[in-house]
């Protein structure tokens, strides 16, 4: 399967909490993104990067949630102190940046519950 | 915040008909996307019409566009079951990489 892929797919966690999670991208996509998505509503964005470089962060993206690509393949994001508020799915994207058309191709997401 | 709003947000219809969905957005784009979401899955990308395009086809897909009005359309003709799912419009504002998705339109095809 070559699309983007997310680990793990569920994850429940105990308020307080640290999670990580994972997204490996498209192979050649250069391109990689995060977002947010709480029932009923559409994702929000959370942030991006382009190879390594972290280029753009959402005001969502509060410090206890950290991002990072650090090969420029795989990215993980990290949620520290786990809060009720931080259950969503979370989705990851990837891209190619070859032209002014960037489709974004997601992966199946993390659904993330603290109890 | 939400920049699209889709119009209905829940639709239903029986099997062959036509769906169609509507989507406002506040801001100039580059490119206007739409995709699909069943229910607990990922997003799955179904086209993309740049902001210099009317009107572009794909299947049994039909989406226009009218900057003028901040507004585009997609057409679903011939409806299947399996089209049952949530659809949601995407826009990339001009020097923006990230999406902004509306709340999206609840589809349901009865057989």
């Known amino acids: 399967d070559t699309g983007v892929s997310q680990n793990p797919r569920h994850k429940i966690t105990k308020r307080g909490q640290n999670v990580t999670f994972r997204c490996d991208p498209i192979?050649?996509?250069?391109?990689l993104y995060w977002y947010r998505q709480t029932l009923g509503q559409g994702p929000e964005f959370l942030t991006y990067?382009?190879?390594?470089?972290?280029?753009?962060k959402s005001r969502l993206l509060s410090d206890r949630f950290s991002a990072e690509r650090p090969k420029g393949s795989f990215s993980t994001l990290e949620i520290q102190r786990t809060e009720q508020g931080d259950s969503a799915m979370y989705l990851c994207?990837?891209?190619?940046?070859?032209?002014?058309?960037?489709?974004?191709?997601f992966g199946p997401g993390t659904r993330l519950t603290v109890l | 915040s939400q920049q699209g709003e889709e119009d209905p947000q829940a639709l239903s219809i029986q099997e062959g008909e036509n769906a169609t969905m509507n989507c406002s957005y506040k801001?100039?784009?580059?490119?206007l996307q739409w995709y699909r979401q069943n229910s607990g899955r990922g997003l799955v990308h179904l086209i993309l019409i740049r902001s210099n395009e009317r009107e572009k086809h794909s299947g049994r897909l039909r989406v226009t566009l009218d900057t003028s009005k901040k507004s585009s359309s997609l057409l679903i003709t011939a409806s299947r079951a399996a089209d049952t799912a949530s659809y949601f419009c995407a826009t990339d504002g001009r020097g923006a990489q990230k999406l902004v998705f509306g709340q999206g339109t609840r589809l349901t095809i009865n057989p």
């Open positions: 801001t100039s784009i580059n490119n």
């Open positions: 990067f382009q190879n390594e470089a972290q280029l753009e």
């Open positions: 994207a990837s891209s190619l940046m070859a032209s002014n058309t960037d489709t974004q191709y």
């Open positions: 192979s050649e996509h250069n391109r």
